[in-house]
C-alpha cells in the first residue's frame, strides 16, 4: 500500500507565502505522478496543479495566474508547492494526491487519474 503525507499547512496573511511538501512511499515505484487539489467550504475540489511522472511536466489551474508552483523536492515520490501571494479566497483544504502511471498532460488535472491521497492539510488566509 502507498502512503501519501503532507506537510502540514497553516494560517497565512493576505499577500504572504506558504511551502507545502508531499512524499508517497510504500511501495517500489519509479516515481509517482503528483497532483495538488484543494477543497474551499461549499464548493468543489479543485486541481490546482500536477507534475508528471517521467519528465516533470506541470499543469495548474487557469485560475492560479502564476501564483503557485509545483515542483520536484529531491525525488520523484515528492512533490513541494509553493505559494505565493496567496488571497483570502485560496482557503481550503489542500491534498496531495499520486499515481505511479504517467499521463497525458489533459488527464493530470482529473480526481480519477489518482490511486493514492493524503489526509488533507489546512490552509487559511486571512488577516
Known amino acids: 500500500q502507498v502512503e501519501v503525507v503532507e506537510s502540514a499547512g497553516g494560517w497565512v496573511q493576505p499577500g504572504g507565502s506558504l511551502r507545502l511538501s508531499c512524499t508517497a512511499s510504500?511501495?517500489?515505484?519509479?516515481?509517482?505522478?503528483m497532483g495538488w487539489f484543494r477543497q474551499a467550504p461549499g464548493k468543489e475540489q479543485e486541481c490546482v496543479a500536477a507534475?508528471?511522472?517521467?519528465?516533470?511536466?506541470?499543469r495548474y489551474s487557469d485560475s492560479l495566474k502564476g501564483r503557485f508552483t509545483i515542483s520536484r523536492d529531491g525525488a520523484k515520490n515528492r512533490a513541494a508547492f509553493q505559494m505565493n501571494s496567496l488571497k483570502p479566497e485560496d482557503t481550503a483544504i489542500y491534498y496531495c494526491?499520486?499515481?505511479?502511471?504517467?499521463?497525458?498532460?489533459?488527464?493530470?488535472?482529473?480526481?480519477?487519474?489518482?490511486?493514492?491521497w493524503g489526509q488533507g492539510t489546512q490552509v487559511t488566509v486571512s488577516s
Open positions: 510504500g511501495r517500489a515505484y519509479p516515481g509517482y505522478t
Open positions: 507534475i508528471r511522472r517521467d519528465d516533470g511536466h506541470t
Open positions: 494526491a499520486a499515481t505511479s502511471r504517467n499521463y497525458i498532460t489533459g488527464y493530470m488535472s482529473s480526481k480519477a487519474a489518482y490511486d493514492y
